[in-house]
């Protein structure tokens, strides 16, 4: 069992920076990639970054190319994303996810439960 907790959101102006975490529980979230989406209102949840288990492979959604960077510290259970150049369109609740497949290729899948993300023009 892993349990998500993201932090970080907040209200900043269009242009700011904010640095999102999550942070988890469970001694093997290293084995974990990991993902952060967003759902804005009226609109469904999409995605916005994905980092692997080992760090080496990171994929960012074409919007927040060159803007966001998804990081993570096994060694402090936690994935961060750093938001800089804020647009009023990423106003949204952002929320971590994390995918595992054990040897048995039982799917785990885990979710938090969200931050609030609010960018002012």
């Known amino acids: 069992q892993v349990q998500l907790v993201e932090s970080g959101g907040g209200l900043v102006q269009a242009g700011g920076s904010l640095r999102l975490s999550c942070a988890a529980s469970?001694?093997?979230?290293?084995?974990?990639?990991v993902s952060w989406y967003r759902q804005a209102p009226g609109k469904e949840r999409e995605f916005v970054a994905a980092?692997?288990?080992?760090?080496?492979?990171?994929t960012y959604a074409d919007s927040v190319k060159g803007r966001f960077t998804i990081s993570r510290d096994n060694a402090k259970n936690t994935v961060y994303l750093q938001m800089n150049s804020l647009k009023p369109e990423d106003t949204a609740i952002y929320f971590c996810?994390?995918?595992?497949?054990?040897?048995?290729?039982?799917?785990?899948?885990?979710w938090g439960q969200g931050t609030q993300v609010t960018v002012s023009s």
């Open positions: 980092i692997s288990r080992g760090s080496s492979s990171t």
């Open positions: 469970g001694r093997t979230f290293s084995s974990y990639d």
């Open positions: 996810n994390a995918k595992y497949t054990d040897v048995f290729r039982i799917p785990y899948d885990y």
